[in-house]
């Protein structure tokens, strides 16, 4: 009698516990689907992530069947809640605007700007400037003697230069993308648009170009042509006005220094 009474008791507790084990079974599979949803859409991600980095690539290359792929792929995103696919979308499509935004403002030799993102984002810097009631300076640069280096060694040592000049501007202006707008506006042209006054001394800035090493054995230290103008918080002009006085300033220093006349006659390397 006893043996039947305890099967009997502990038959109800073997049913109650079918139910819970089916619950914790339940469970742990929403769960292992939750975390195999959330790994896909990380892994997602970071494919979004390549996706922009080759569509910008294949963009500047104009390689339109590239591209077509790389779109085609972007709208196949599988596995997905169609929330989770638009968002994935919508998130790709932005990065690649916003890389595609930076090509068309960047200068591809040196990283930095290029003439429209310079006047873009250096009118932004001046109304700044104007609204905290603070004084900014444009420095107009000139690489010396870079068409005769294309003339005489080839444009491949020529971009070497243009390269080298970039990355004397970045040690010039150590907080450029902050207080500073560094940019290439072509050709063998450069311009910086600073709040520091510091980094805006003619002398200074030729001084160091001239200790510079150079990056390539066939090269000599920078020689620039710099040319200043001062922005009045007080009597604000704009971008065009600023850069065309420190253009004008930059070819006096080129005509003070006879850097003018003596490119006029290449001299022998």
């Given at each position: 009698m006893e043996t039947g009474s305890v099967s009997r008791s502990a038959e109800p507790d073997a049913l109650r516990a079918r139910p819970r084990a089916r619950n914790a079974e339940a469970s742990r599979a929403r769960n292992a689907e939750a975390l195999r949803r959330v790994r896909s859409v990380e892994a997602l991600r970071a494919r979004n992530t390549e996706l922009a980095g080759q569509l910008r690539a294949a963009a500047m290359e104009s390689d339109d069947a590239h591209m077509t792929r790389l779109l085609s792929e972007l709208l196949r995103f599988h596995g997905l809640s169609k929330g989770q696919r638009v968002s994935l979308q919508l998130e790709a499509l932005l990065n690649l605007v916003h890389s595609l935004r930076c090509v068309a403002l960047t200068d591809v030799l040196t990283g930095l700007y290029n003439r429209r993102g310079f006047m873009q984002i250096g009118a932004r810097l001046l109304d700044v400037a104007t609204r905290d009631v603070r004084s900014a300076h444009l420095v107009y640069f000139d690489v010396n003697h870079l068409e005769r280096t294309n003339r005489t060694l080839g444009r491949t040592v020529g971009d070497v230069m243009i390269r080298q000049m970039g990355n004397l501007m970045?040690?010039?202006?150590?907080?450029?993308?902050?207080?500073?707008?560094?940019?290439?506006?072509?050709?063998?042209?450069?311009?910086?648009?600073?709040?520091?006054?510091?980094?805006?001394?003619?002398g200074a800035i030729v001084l160091r170009a001239g200790t510079q090493p150079p990056h390539s054995g066939d090269l000599s230290a920078l020689s620039l042509s710099v040319g200043v103008a001062h922005f009045n918080p007080r009597r604000p002009v704009g971008i065009d006005e600023l850069l065309a006085s420190a253009e004008q300033a930059m070819y006096e220093h080129k005509r003070v220094t006879g850097i003018a006349s003596s490119e006029q006659t290449p001299?022998?390397?």
């Open positions: 970045r040690d010039l202006y150590p907080s450029y993308g902050v207080y500073e707008v560094l940019g290439r506006l072509g050709g063998d042209e450069f311009a910086a648009l600073t709040t520091c006054p510091q980094y805006a001394s003619r001299h022998p390397v």
